[in-house]
């Protein structure tokens, strides 16, 4: 089977935030592109997936780890790497 555009692979990190973050302008006026952004019923953000110069990379809500295992569209899993690092590996569904 050929590969195709669409199999292209991604890098996407995430960088946690405060709950309660309202305002992600830093980055807007930093030059990121909004793709899209999903908030709480209190107005502060949930996820958010931004753009630099055709990098992704999503800001998300600090939670601890049991309550971020909802369905949102992805399938994804997580890691921690030897240098204590966390990594969050997803594919999203079509």
């Keep these: 089977m050929m590969a195709t555009i669409n199999d292209k692979t991604h890098f996407a ?3 946690h935030i405060p709950y309660g973050t309202v ?35 999503h800001l998300h809500e600090t939670m601890r ?17 030897p240098f204590g690092h966390y990594w969050q590996i997803q594919k999203k569904l079509l």
């Excluded at 780890?65 to 790497?81: H, N, S, T, V």
Aim: charged residues 25%; hydrophobic residues 40%.
């Design 23 to 57: 305002n992600i302008d830093f980055y807007t006026k930093f030059g990121a592109t909004e793709h899209f952004c999903f908030r709480n019923d209190d107005g502060s953000v949930h996820v958010a997936e931004l753009e630099i110069n055709g990098a992704i990379f």
């Design 13 to 15: 990190p995430e960088l």
């Design 65 to 81: 780890w049991f309550e971020a295992l909802e369905p949102i569209g992805y399938r994804q899993g997580m890691f921690k790497d």
